[in-house]
């Protein structure tokens, strides 16, 4: 395995969209940022200096940093923020990961404008498990806003609102044809006439689900998560916020350019705009202008398209799944309730006298002073958090839409739950009808989990577990958790450190939709956290 370094200078740049021009936080000048591109089983090392003007941290999406959670990145959990005019070099570990992944901000929502592909190819003996690919594609789906991400979330948060709708959306960084400024580009990809592209699809929009296609051709759907999954061809996929796609799509149409497409999927009761965002993939030595063809995305609330597309995902890999052999042989079962809800709002900006909030077994999760794993690496938890998060939701979710309890407000708190090394671990999680009830792309840190089951209605804990998937269910790091529905995914709890999770939907985590696993130490200096790193960030006012 190989050594590799990155240097990435973060700081102001402007860029011209929707006819503004709009200052954006990014890496290296450049929207989205760069591309670490390396192989299975490599140790990236990347410098990050701010230049910017207030503090920040980056995460290595679904990296998962084996012992090694100084690096992973979430701010307040595992780090304090790297301050204007300061660096920190993140140790990014890799292991079992293959094909593509990304890293982005972890603060507030600097994540809109702080992001790129981190793309993982086989290691220098191993091929892919399918004909290789002529050629490979980053396709990033983002939100765009004209102005800072940072503002957007720090006013509606004081004056608990809903953060305003983002004003289109593009594919990596082009928000195409449809929105009528003569300034905004569109998003090209050339292709060769019978040659095979891996597209390496990455949703780092803030709030939105997406589906994405591409006119007259088939999409072959070959990893999510960086996992491989067994093959299967769709004309549309369905990609939450946290999750990565790749994707063979062979190029034997008519020479021509065709549209691809996305817009997002949604069927909660405050669904975000419904905007189609173009790209155009085109065929070297065409001729004319691009092919009429209406782009066949399904609707903006078509569960079923969803669902039936999230249901064809299966692992490639059947045999070395040891937790999942025995249905009943885990060691705990977390059942999590995820709900909208709110919390009174009595200070001066507030424009009403309640704010949106949000919450996992009704605790709003509030970040704290000092980082989670400092004060537990420690052991110096006084104040900073306590380790009693509920295992059972209250009694008063009703998962199917009892609307009475609408108003009801979260408790606010830092509560993580604590796992024992090694631990055979199986959390439920369960949308609710609470606030606007849609569905949530719930995203764990340190781990890819297999989800085993997922369905409708109120989980049962006697008649569900029996239709699991315990043969070759995917291994994923962020789940699709439906609309009135659930999902209970399972891993082995082998990587001690403290791993946020929380709903993917930006809007959601910052209202408290997050929780704090802490997974102990085993016996061994092999299966304990590793030291900190040199140069760890200081905590404000510490
Ligand atoms: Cu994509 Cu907690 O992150
Ligand atoms: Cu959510």
Not at 421 to 450: D, R
Request: one cysteine or more.
């Amino acid at each position: 395995a190989d050594v590799h370094h990155y240097e990435f200078f973060v700081r102001e740049s402007n860029f011209t969209k929707l006819c503004n021009t709009t200052t954006l936080l990014v890496v290296n000048d450049s929207y989205p940022g760069p591309e670490i591109r390396v192989h299975r089983g490599d140790t990236v090392y990347v410098n990050v200096h701010n230049q910017g003007d207030y503090g920040f941290t980056i995460h290595w999406h679904g990296v998962k940093q084996p012992r090694n959670p100084w690096s992973d990145g979430p701010e307040f959990v595992t780090q304090c923020p790297i301050q204007p005019g300061t660096n920190f070099t993140y140790e990014v570990i890799l292991s079992d990961e293959i094909g593509t992944l990304w890293w982005h901000a972890h603060s507030d929502w600097t994540r809109g404008s702080v992001q790129g592909a981190f793309v993982i190819l086989p290691a220098e003996n191993e091929t892919y498990p399918f004909p290789t690919p002529d050629a490979d594609q980053t396709i990033i789906l983002q939100s765009w806003y004209n102005g800072d991400y940072k503002q957007i979330i720090d006013e509606a948060l004081a004056t608990g609102t809903s953060p305003r709708q983002p004003d289109a959306y593009a594919i990596s960084g082009h928000l195409g044809d449809t929105y009528g400024c003569p300034n905004d580009t569109i998003f090209r990809m050339q292709v060769d006439y019978e040659k095979t592209y891996l597209l390496r699809i990455i949703n780092a929009a803030m709030n939105e689900e997406k589906f994405f296609a591409i006119v007259n051709h088939n999409l072959t759907v070959v990893a999510q998560d960086a996992s491989y999954v067994q093959r299967f061809t769709s004309d549309y996929l369905l990609i939450s916020p946290g999750q990565t796609m790749d994707v063979l799509v062979y190029a034997n149409q008519n020479i021509g350019q065709y549209y691809m497409a996305t817009r997002p999927f949604s069927d909660s009761a405050a669904p975000p705009i419904d905007n189609i965002t173009t790209g155009v993939f085109y065929y070297t030595n065409s001729v004319g202008g691009l092919n009429a063809s209406l782009i066949t995305l399904p609707a903006i609330n078509d569960a079923n398209a969803s669902n039936n597309f999230v249901s064809q995902i299966r692992n490639a890999n059947v045999t070395q799944n040891p937790p999942l052999k025995v249905p009943t042989d885990i060691d705990r079962r977390v059942y999590i309730a995820i709900a909208t809800n709110n919390l009174p709002c009595n200070t001066s900006e507030c424009l009403n006298s309640v704010r949106f909030a949000a919450s996992l077994n009704n605790v709003s999760f509030l970040f704290p002073r000092i980082d989670i794993l400092q004060a537990y690496y420690n052991r110096s938890t006084n104040g900073v958090f306590t380790e009693d998060f509920p295992l059972e939701p209250p009694v008063f979710y009703d998962f199917t839409g009892n609307l009475t309890v609408l108003g009801r407000a979260a408790d606010e708190g830092t509560r993580a739950v604590v796992l024992n090394y090694g631990e055979a671990v199986e959390i439920v999680l369960q949308a609710t009808e609470l606030g606007a009830g849609g569905s949530h792309p719930i995203h764990l840190h340190g781990f890819s989990f297999y989800r085993v089951g997922t369905g409708f209605g109120n989980f049962n804990n006697v008649t569900d577990p029996s239709s699991y998937n315990l043969v070759d269910p995917p291994l994923i790091n962020t789940v699709h958790v439906p609309r009135r529905g659930w999902a209970a995914v399972r891993f082995f709890a082998n990587n001690p450190g403290v791993w946020f999770m929380h709903c993917h939907f930006e809007r959601h985590s910052s209202w408290g939709m997050d929780t704090v696993f802490i997974v102990r130490n085993g016996t061994t200096a092999e299966t304990s956290i590793l030291p900190p790193p040199p140069g760890m960030p200081r905590c404000p006012g510490t």
